[in-house]
């Protein structure tokens, strides 16, 4: 079973961002250490349980909400460490690693067990694994767009606080949250058109205009207008982070949606 | 033998008596001469910066020390006499002299704590210490250790880390909007003493292309060319600012020159890339209704003051965890003096020749087994006159040389020559010792 590596990642994430909070409020440096360490190590962990339950199920482990958003915490981390390693930017984990903790415990209260999958359905985890890398690029740009408002008040209002001084340049975030966007968005579309191939040969219609599909939808046109927004009218900044922070409250809405009314299986 | 620091800085005595002590760079090498020639005055070391004059010296006598490098002082300058000069002077010996240094080095003696100047003339000073011979043993691992405890100060607290300063200050904030300040433009509004500085830090921070403009165009020519940048004709920048990431303004100007319109299309145009503008003048030139502009950062004198004043406020508490650091480091330093003391190393070395014939004896012993008691002694007696006939003449010259200005010398030469350190025995006596080496010390203090 590999429930004892996904409990100790389950800890390991609750320790690191106690620690990564704790890292952000005070002024010492030290903790960073730690945090990533520990951060690290979770990481590993996690890796393991995943690899565990992808031999035991015999499939890529995205056969299920739980696996899913066991997934998607995972990604979350990596994305973490990699932009840690190569901007040494920390206070970036005081943001992401609770919500990969958040997402790993909404993993831990849907139902564990491996899911049988229908032959038909056994393509379904390239529309999971699309759909879910997307979701970490929109789940980044939600991360960089949050800081970037926090660093942009701290900053109009001159207050120049512990907080200010941990959070990076404002173009460095406002870049952040463009990269996730221009690789999250492509990733989605690539998985909504993987889901509805998969439709089409499971049900044989891609789209039954269920709420879900239709606020999926709207989520892929909402990002699309940001995007171009961007690259044309200069949605940038303060309004690309307000509006990336609303985009993700549309994508969890959707997953809290689907989740809901899908009882655990993606079919 | 003592160490001794006796001087003025800017914190005891008034520019006017500090510029006549001071000795320029030329006159450095005939000062320490003159420092070495008084009698009782083993080593010295003199380091003169526009913010102190101050000698470190090993002495035979503390007293007789303090009057001499005061006397040394004194004559630096014929206008002044050693009474004169009293009331401006400090004198530390010992833990406080040493102490001394080490702050000074970290530059936590300083006008502007953390100011790193300080340390590279402290190192100048300590080279023409060494050409001129006037440094020695002692002196010359004391500064060397200061040099290394600056550097520990700096790398494990913040004390140099802040812009204390309003200019440099404009720099900081820059950094907390831009991640890369060399693909970046600033526009130069006016010819500002302060905005200059400004302009200077940033070009300094990478910042690659300069706009100037000023209402006088050959001024703004000047200083285009001073920054190697471009000079705009003032009714026109405006419109030019756009290009600008950083707006530097600073005129004579009664009214405000940059409206809050103007920045609102700046932005615009810009396609909301952030602007950062800077206004240090007075009366102000920028509206302050720009601060309400989305993605338009406006700072003023006050905010670059007040941002200062915290940064004075963070170094004056990272300077309390460098005092520690240099307790820390006294405390190292003054073991190794001790240890350069003779007495103990004529114990150590005489115990640590014991120790080593004790050990040959028994080998040999064991290997005869039935020695008759003559046969022993005789075995013994052989040992004893090997071992102190060859220790005989280093015992007797570091006697001899104990109060000689040569003492520390050979006291480390003995302790290199018999590898008193790297014994086990003598490490053990000294655990032991430490207790008392500290006590005595702060006794002498006393």
Redesign the interface.
């Known amino acids: 079973m590999p429930v004892p590596f996904f409990m100790a990642t389950l800890v390991l994430y609750l320790i690191g961002t106690g620690f990564f909070l704790a890292y952000l409020l005070r002024r010492s440096e030290a903790l960073s250490k730690v945090s990533l360490a520990i951060t690290g190590i979770g990481f590993l962990a996690h890796t393991v349980a995943l690899l565990t339950r992808m031999m035991e199920a015999g499939h890529v482990p995205l056969a299920s909400f739980h696996e899913a958003m066991s997934f998607f915490s995972w990604t979350l981390v990596l994305v973490f460490l990699i932009v840690e390693v190569r901007h040494r930017i920390h206070v970036l984990g005081s943001f992401m690693l609770p919500l990969a903790l958040i997402s790993l415990l909404s993993a831990a209260a849907l139902p564990k067990e491996v899911p049988t999958l229908e032959p038909v359905l056994n393509t379904v985890w390239v529309h999971v694994t699309l759909s879910m890398l997307g979701t970490v690029g929109f789940a980044v740009a939600f991360v960089a767009g949050l800081m970037y408002l926090i660093q942009d008040g701290l900053l109009k209002s001159k207050r120049f606080n512990v907080l200010y001084a941990k959070l990076p340049p404002l173009d460095f975030l406002d870049h952040l949250n463009q990269q996730s966007i221009i690789l999250g968005f492509p990733l989605l579309t690539l998985g909504i058109i993987a889901g509805a191939l998969s439709a089409e040969f499971a049900r044989g219609s891609f789209l039954n205009w269920n709420p879900e599909q239709l606020w999926a939808l709207v989520t892929w046109v909402f990002y699309f207008v940001v995007l171009m927004g961007r690259l044309t009218v200069g949605w940038r900044a303060k309004r690309a982070a307000y509006l990336t922070i609303i985009g993700f409250a549309c994508v969890i809405l959707t997953f809290i949606g689907v989740v809901l009314k899908g009882h655990g299986a993606i079919a | 033998m003592n160490i001794i620091a006796v001087g003025i800085s800017h914190k005891t005595a008034p520019v006017e008596v500090r510029e006549r002590l001071a000795v320029p760079d030329s006159r450095l090498g005939e000062a320490l001469h003159r420092l070495c020639s008084y009698p009782g005055i083993k080593e010295g070391v003199l380091l003169s910066t526009c913010n102190r004059v101050e000698v470190y010296a090993v002495v035979e006598d503390v007293e007789v020390g303090y009057a001499r490098v005061q006397e040394f002082l004194a004559d630096t300058h014929l206008s002044l006499s050693s009474e004169q000069l009293t009331p401006y002077l400090y004198w530390h010996m010992d833990d406080r002299a040493i102490g001394h240094l080490f702050r000074v080095a970290a530059s936590l003696d300083s006008m502007i704590v953390g100011e790193p100047q300080i340390l590279g003339q402290l190192k100048d000073a300590f080279e023409a210490a060494l050409t001129h011979k006037a440094s020695g043993v002692i002196l010359n691992k004391l500064v060397k250790k200061a040099i290394s405890v600056a550097k520990r100060v700096r790398t494990e607290t913040k004390i140099a880390e802040t812009a204390v300063s309003v200019s440099y200050a404009a720099v900081e904030?820059a950094?907390?909007?831009?991640?890369?300040l060399g693909e970046k433009t600033v526009l130069l509004v006016g010819a500002g003493e302060m905005a200059k500085l400004a302009a200077k830090h940033l070009i300094n921070s990478g910042v690659r292309r300069v706009m100037v403009t000023t209402r006088n165009p050959q001024g703004a020519l000047e200083l285009a060319k001073r920054f190697n940048g471009l000079s705009i004709p003032f009714d026109e920048f405006r419109r030019e600012m756009a290009e600008a990431d950083i707006v530097l303004c600073s005129t004579g100007a009664s009214q405000y020159l940059i409206r809050a319109e103007d920045v609102q299309q700046a932005v615009r145009r810009?396609?909301?890339?952030?602007i950062f503008l800077i206004d240090i003048s007075v009366p102000r030139n920028i509206e302050p209704a720009v601060?309400d502009i989305?993605?338009a950062?406006l700072?003023d004198i006050d905010?670059l003051e007040?941002?200062v004043e915290?940064n004075r406020e963070e170094r004056r508490r990272e300077a309390s965890r460098a005092e520690r650091i240099i307790e820390e480091e006294v405390r190292v330093i003054l073991h190794w003096l001790k240890s350069l003391d003779v007495t103990p190393t004529i114990v150590a070395l005489r115990k640590r020749a014991e120790e080593i014939k004790q050990a040959e004896l028994e080998k040999v012993m064991g290997r005869f087994g039935h020695l008759s008691p003559q046969e022993r002694g005789a075995i013994e007696g052989l040992a004893t006159g090997i071992v102190n006939k060859l220790l005989h003449g280093s015992l007797v010259t570091l006697k001899a040389e104990a109060d000689s200005a040569g003492s520390a010398m050979f006291v480390e030469a003995a302790k290199r020559f018999y590898s008193l350190d790297q014994a086990p025995t003598p490490e053990h006596q000294d655990s032991t010792d430490t207790p008392e080496s500290e006590r005595e010390h702060s006794g002498k203090d006393r």
């Open positions: 904030l950094r907390k909007i831009f991640s890369n810009r396609l909301n890339r952030p601060k989305d993605n950062f700072f905010d007040m941002r915290q």
